[in-house]
């Protein structure tokens, strides 16, 4: 039912489940809150499911706490990532580094995040970090590793609204590569990834 998007059918099953000390079904019941649109209960059975180990909640817990409690969101991210099992969350907790401007940390999250077989927003991010700090070279290399993911992975003719997502944000990469590439002498194959850019829209 929770799979089914039956919400209102699925919550008291999972909130059985999860009030007997079910981890997983304490996320899934925050999920279904969530979907509910009843955001008190949701950030609860997060935490629960956070507090009984569960590395999804763990991210989640903390991507709900950033705004009002950014250090106790820092510690349920850093956690999550220190799992080992989320490429996610290591990612995140890169993004908070980096806003934090702990850069050297930040980009030891993102390397992490980029042993996932295929996650080009982190690669895109990684590159990012490395132009900011100076290191164009490799930072072209990951742009590159990037554009060579999506060239293996994406359907341009999926209309599903996150896949959607994905496009544009895989269409930033382009725009990112074609700059660093303009700023380093290369205008003509900016020109080309800025024109290729621009179909994709």
């Known amino acids: ?24 079904a304490a996320y899934q019941l925050a999920c ?39 250090a106790e969101a820092l510690i349920w991210m850093r956690r999550a990532a220190e799992t080992g099992s989320q490429a996610t969350a290591a990612y995140n907790l890169g993004i ?22 295929y996650f080009p927003a982190t690669r895109n991010r990684l590159a990012l970090l490395l132009e900011r700090t100076g290191r164009d070279g490799e930072a072209e290399r990951w742009y590159r590793t990037a554009l060579e993911e999506m060239a293996a992975h994406e359907d341009p003719d999926d209309q599903d609204p996150e896949d959607q997502d994905e496009y544009q944000a895989n269409t930033q990469i382009l725009l990112n590569l074609a700059a660093l590439l303009e700023r380093t002498g290369r205008p003509d194959e900016a020109r080309d990834l800025r024109r290729h850019a621009a179909d994709r829209r």
């Open 1 to 24: 039912m929770y799979f089914g998007g039956e919400y209102g059918e699925a919550e008291p099953l999972l909130r059985r489940a999860a009030e007997e000390g079910h981890a997983h």
């Open 32 to 70: 279904c809150y969530q979907e509910l649109g009843r955001p008190e209960e949701t950030a609860r059975w997060l935490r629960v499911a956070a507090e009984r180990g569960n590395t999804l909640a763990m991210n989640d817990l903390a991507l709900c706490l950033e705004d009002d409690d950014r």
């Open 96 to 117: 908070f580094l980096e806003e934090d401007e702990n850069l050297p940390e930040a980009e030891h999250w993102y390397r992490q995040a980029t042993q996932c077989l």
